[in-house]
């Protein structure tokens, strides 16, 4: 990760984790979600950390986790992105599964799983509501 790419990151208090499950359609719907927030939902206030720098070690990804509260979104119940975070000695402030959304919007299923189609993108969107509320969470308990 660049410098310039960490600085630009580093300014943002909470930092999401998305799942890199690709070709995985709760891969999917956890990356859309977290685009969401970042992009729109709480734009300057969360920012989000591609899970394959930390799987790889990067130092200066591990060290931006040690230093924000951090949100983990997983798609499946192996939880890669919480537990790559823990490892890398990061604060897990939040954690969201894709499949704990859907076990409550059944009528949601996706049926494709290289592009999310209509049901996957409301998927994302009610996650991506959930994790907005936390990241606000997050922000009055640092006081920011």
Not at 9 to 19: D, F, G, L, T, W
Not at 69 to 80: K, M, R, T, V
């Amino acid at each position: 990760m660049s410098q310039d790419c960490f600085d630009s990151v580093s300014k943002e208090r909470v930092i999401i984790v998305p799942c890199s499950g690709i070709g995985k359609a709760f891969g999917t719907v956890a990356r859309e979600a977290t685009y969401a927030v970042v992009e729109d939902l709480r734009k300057g206030a969360a920012a989000t950390l591609c899970l394959s720098l930390l799987v790889m070690g990067d130092e200066t990804s591990r060290n931006l986790v040690k230093t924000r509260p951090c949100i983990a979104i997983d798609g499946c119940p192996l939880e890669c992105a919480k537990k790559n975070i823990e490892v890398s000695g990061g604060n897990v402030a939040a954690s969201f599964r894709v499949i704990d959304v859907l076990k409550n919007h059944r009528d949601l299923k996706t049926s494709n799983v290289t592009f999310l189609d209509d049901n996957g993108r409301q998927l994302a969107r009610i996650l991506a509501e959930e994790v907005a509320k936390k990241v606000d969470e997050l922000e009055e308990k640092t006081g920011k």
